[in-house]
């Protein structure tokens, strides 16, 4: 609400085009709309394409430990994975303050899944960076979703 006020503040005009030209020219708000865009896009894509394995043979990326707990093969867990993506996906783009912290946790057992499978390390480096964006996301998310510029 603060943020709303100062940016309406800070305006010369208080309309609602006024109000939305400052919000998207605060950096913080840039990075939510960036980090809220990737975080709807990429899941979206990615858990579609577990069930085309264009990108790469998903389920080479499953450790055997977790191949033998889940049920059915290997290529059975990435679509419900791939399902999970997808929702993942649309809770963030519907709402960010709760998205962004549950890819945050997705990613967090992705990191797990390829910590325990030798020769993926540099992946779950990766994925390590990708759960501070969501995580950051997140917290940006409890301050600018729902501001005039979002609404708008």
Known sequence: MRQKESIMASTTSSTPAAARRA??????YQAFVILRTGFTVAPILFGL???????TDWPGYLAPWLDDVVPGSAQAAMYAV???EIV???????APRFGGWLVAGWLAGIIVNL???SGYYDVALRDFGLLLGAVALARLAQRYHGSSAQDA
């Open 23 to 28: 919000s998207l020219a605060d950096p913080g």
């Open 115 to 117: 910590l325990t499978y």
């Open 82 to 84: 791939g399902v999970i």
């Open 88 to 94: 993942a996906g649309v809770v963030v783009g519907l």
């Open 49 to 55: 394409d577990k069930f085309a394995n264009l990108l």
